[in-house]
């Protein structure tokens, strides 16, 4: 039933439907702290974090990172929460619930940019991009801190 | 090895597996601290010189005895196969690549605590070797065995009660978290561990899977069928404490890093408490069998 | 009999408990005097190249751990944190070595892990061993690492490692484990007042 509704609907609102959608979902999505730190060099993955905030009222899931710094940049998870070995594998798509936030931290997730295509200067910075599942995408100023930065404060 | 060709003169034939024990056992503990990246997973994570030699003497002594002792004495194919089973299972798990997973995660080590104080001595008892391994093991193993301060730990320890605090008191006692935080940083601690879960695990399996009736055994088949079955249940419950716990309880394996970082450590304590739950619980159903039909061939009363 | 058992073992584990509890409740770390193996191994120094063992480093605290240096997250918040350590140390923090240790000896080459390192404070000296000396080590402080299956000569593949730093006394004896020091809820100044106190 619902599926002919929204097959209906598509055919006659597409273009409208995309566009809600867009603000119903990753349109409401609010990226704060945002750090990187500072590499030696091109020859091994960088690492950013964030935190990365659903205001919205529907869940919205993150699906991708662009940057022109790296060739891959994909979302990561350390696992070590609970397991001290530390072995790090892509976290697939992340779903925030409305009124969440992810932290990208580190020990947890990160974004891994690989293949870094020019090295990442302390007191530079970069833009990147959070693509998600409704086709939005929220792009924000990443500060590179210092090689050996704890937080986005140092 | 001098000195005892020195003193007896035995012929050269005997104490050739002496050598050979010896010099396998010599070039293995080489590898292990020097090449320890190049010892192949069968061999030893890291060599124990204790459990070597009591592995290879008791085998050797145990092929050496079967055709010295009588034949009523001398454990039928199947009882044979069992030993045999036994000791390659506490030798695997203490003395190959599978000790490295053991000291890695939580339920791998329960595994291999299962391995020595339930599986492995429950072969051990059911081979009935004793006979065999002293007919063939050298004087001062007959003498030893046979002095009073190893008479006198024997019948305190294969006292029901104190064979049932032992054998039940030991696998907790390991599993206390600090005691087990402990035990398995320290090398010496941690050979102690192991040594007293198969030492007791041997000790208190002989003790309920003895084929004779009382006496000469020393406690009559209804207590023996009793303690099979007794020992089962502080098992599931320990078992199950360990299987519901919602925090880690044994963080050792975090902090120095799960083999499967994939497995979070209540994960790891669920299969674990599973591991010392079930299996150990089977065990004990199989000692009571064993233990009725030992009884019905004996012609006892329970 | 069995509940008696039970009863005692309780009433045992119950005190070893609180005794763990009182000793540990000193120290930041994870206290793990006379448990621990003391130091001993046998590497390399990745600045100049030569062979250094636990004598090298008698009269120092030693803050070790294990990581790689194509390690994005973990390695370098550790090192982080452990720099934050020596900053906070002020002058004691000469009598602080941190040993970076790496697992990946095959991708990570003296010149870099001297470089990796140098980048974060000169209290840190990257080390690098054969397998064999790293086997030895590992199995002795009962750290766990994996090298996932790659090509020879690819440079990307996963690694995975123990996270925990493992603090020893000026003598070479094993003291603590700090076992957070791989996130940002690493506490800089009690693990300082460790090392103080380690150093006093």
Avoid at chain 2, 39 to 57: C, D, K
Avoid at chain 3, 167 to 189: C, H, K, N, Q, Y
Wanted: charged fraction near 15%; aromatic fraction near 10%; proline fraction near 6%.
């Amino acid at each position: 039933m619902k599926y002919t509704i929204h097959a209906t609907c598509s055919v006659l609102m597409l273009p409208f439907m995309l566009a809600t959608s867009a603000m119903a979902g990753s349109a409401d999505v609010v990226v704060e702290n945002a750090w990187a730190r500072a590499s030696i060099g091109t020859s091994r993955p960088g690492a950013a974090y964030m935190e990365v905030h659903n205001a919205g009222d529907e869940p919205v899931m993150l699906t991708g990172l662009l940057t022109d710094l790296a060739m891959r940049p994909e979302v990561h998870r350390t696992a070590t929460d609970e397991q001290g070995v530390s072995s790090m594998s892509p976290a697939g798509d992340i779903v925030i619930a409305p009124g969440e936030t992810i932290a990208l931290e580190p020990g947890g997730l990160h974004a891994m940019l690989m293949q870094l295509q020019r090295p990442m200067e302390e007191g530079e910075s970069f833009s990147m991009t959070l693509t998600f599942s409704d086709g939005g995408e929220t792009t924000v100023e990443v500060p590179i801190l210092g090689i050996a930065a704890r937080g986005p404060e140092d | 090895m001098t000195t005892i060709t020195a003193r007896r003169l035995p012929e050269p034939g005997t104490l050739m597996p002496y050598a050979a024990i010896l010099l396998a056992g010599a070039v293995m503990w080489t590898v292990s601290t020097y090449y320890p990246a190049r010892m192949p997973a069968v061999g030893p994570y890291e060599f124990s010189w204790g459990i070597w030699l009591a592995v290879t003497l008791t085998a050797l002594w145990f092929a050496r005895g079967l055709s010295r002792v009588d034949s009523a004495r001398r454990p039928g194919p199947w009882r044979q196969a069992a030993f045999w089973a036994g000791l390659l299972l506490i030798y695997g798990v203490t003395q190959t690549g599978f000790e490295y997973l053991a000291q890695r995660m939580f339920f791998t080590n329960r595994l291999q605590h299962v391995a020595m104080h339930h599986v492995g001595p429950v072969l051990l008892a059911l081979s009935c070797a004793g006979p065999a391994i002293l007919a063939g093991g050298p004087d001062w193993l007959r003498r030893a065995c046979d002095s009073g301060p190893a008479r006198g730990v024997m019948r305190v320890t294969q006292q029901p009660a104190v064979a049932v605090i032992l054998f039940v008191g030991l696998f907790w006692f390991w599993l206390i978290p600090p005691v087990h935080f402990v035990a398995m940083l320290d090398p010496v601690l941690y050979a102690l561990m192991n040594w007293t879960m198969v030492l007791d695990g041997i000790l208190f399996w002989a003790l309920v899977l003895d084929t004779r009736p009382s006496p000469p055994a020393r406690v009559r088949f209804g207590l023996r069928a009793a303690l099979a079955v007794g020992v089962m249940f502080p098992q599931i419950l320990l078992g199950a404490l360990i299987t519901f716990s919602q925090s880690d309880i044994f963080p050792y394996y975090a902090f120095c890093g799960r083999y499967f970082p994939g497995i979070s450590a209540v994960t790891d304590q669920q299969i674990g408490g599973i591991v010392i739950w079930i299996p150990p619980a089977m065990m004990s159903v199989v000692g009571l069998l064993v233990v009725v039909g030992n009884m019905r061939r004996a012609g006892a009363e329970p | 009999m069995t509940r008696r058992g039970a009863l005692r073992l309780g009433a045992a584990g119950a005190a070893m408990l609180a005794m763990g509890g009182c000793r540990d409740e000193d120290w930041y770390g994870r206290n793990v005097e006379g448990t621990l193996p003391d130091l001993d191994f046998t590497l390399t120094r990745a600045s100049e190249g030569t062979t250094v063992t636990e004598e090298s480093y008698r009269g120092q605290v030693v803050a070790m751990f294990f990581g790689f240096t194509f390690c994005p997250d973990i390695c370098p918040m550790t090192l982080a944190n452990l720099s934050a350590l020596a900053d906070r140390l002020g002058e004691d923090a000469a009598g602080l070595s941190i040993l970076f240790v790496t697992v990946d000896p095959a991708r990570d080459t003296l010149d870099q892990m001297g470089d990796y390192v140098a980048n974060f404070t000169d209290r840190a000296d990257g080390l690098r061993g054969t397998p064999d000396q790293l086997a030895a080590l590992t199995r002795r402080l009962r750290v766990t690492y994996k090298v996932a299956e790659h090509e020879p000569g690819a440079m990307e593949y996963g690694v995975s490692h123990g996270k925990s730093v493992y603090v020893f006394g000026p003598d070479g004896e094993a003291r603590v484990m700090l076992t957070s020091f791989d996130t940002a809820e690493a506490d800089i100044d009690a693990a300082a007042d460790d090392i103080t106190r380690l150093l006093a």
